[in-house]
């Protein structure tokens, strides 16, 4: 008993040690987002973890706001999702990562399409050997144009230009097996949760 007690203090503890990083988060981004000539909405925004570490604070931009992943998915015109990184990460690593995500939440029929996808996004990511802490990372998505990454409003490479990337993208976060469950519903806009789940019991 006291073994659990003490395991729900230090979780306790850690979460408490975050929050100043997500107060941050919910003050970085701003309100709207303007992308070829057409205004955004912050639909929501969030800090990736991995154990108790922050590596990157995210937002994603729509026309309209969604509160569900098929809403987001489903919703024409341009999107955006921008980054900050919040300590140093290897951009090799944050491309692995993200290839890992687009695949784990691809539709078996869309394989294919979307191993030349992954393709795609690791090229993109050889062209820095890391984003810094405080760097800028998003990319936008316009109709017709396709999608453009930009390091510190720096375009890297190519648009890319299929029409099934922007999906197989956003799948990353909102998609049947996000990268973190917590994180998908903040960009869905969810309000976040106390951490209650550590009082309980």
């Known amino acids: 008993m006291l073994t659990v ?4 203090s230090a979780l306790l ?3 408490l040690a ?5 107060a941050a988060a919910e003050g ?4 709207t987002a303007q992308v070829a000539g057409q205004t955004l909405q912050l639909n929501g925004q969030g800090v990736r973890y991995r154990a108790v570490i922050a590596l990157y604070e995210i937002a994603f931009y729509t026309p309209v706001k969604a ?3 098929e809403q987001l998915l489903a919703q024409p015109g341009a999107k955006r999702v921008s980054f900050v990184a919040s300590r140093d990460i290897p951009s090799d690593q944050l491309g692995i990562a993200m290839v890992r995500g687009m695949r784990e939440n691809s539709d078996p029929s869309r394989q294919a399409a979307v191993a030349g996808f992954m393709d795609k996004l690791s090229r993109i990511f050889s062209t820095e050997k890391k984003l810094a802490a405080g760097q800028t990372f998003r990319f936008d998505y316009v109709p017709g144009k396709g999608t453009t990454f930009f390091v510190d409003n720096v375009q890297k490479g190519e648009a890319v230009t299929d029409a099934g990337f922007i999906e197989a993208m956003l799948r ?7 990268v973190d469950s917590r994180l998908k519903d903040a ?5 976040r949760k106390a951490a209650d789940a550590l009082h309980q019991g």
Do not use: Y
């Open 13 to 15: 503890a850690s979460a």
């Open 187 to 191: 960009l869905l806009g969810a309000p």
């Open 67 to 69: 509160t569900t992943a």
């Open 5 to 8: 007690r003490w395991m729900k």
């Open 18 to 22: 975050t929050t100043p990083l997500l």
């Open 28 to 31: 970085r981004f701003e309100p």
């Open 172 to 178: 990353i976060w909102v998609g049947p097996h996000p």
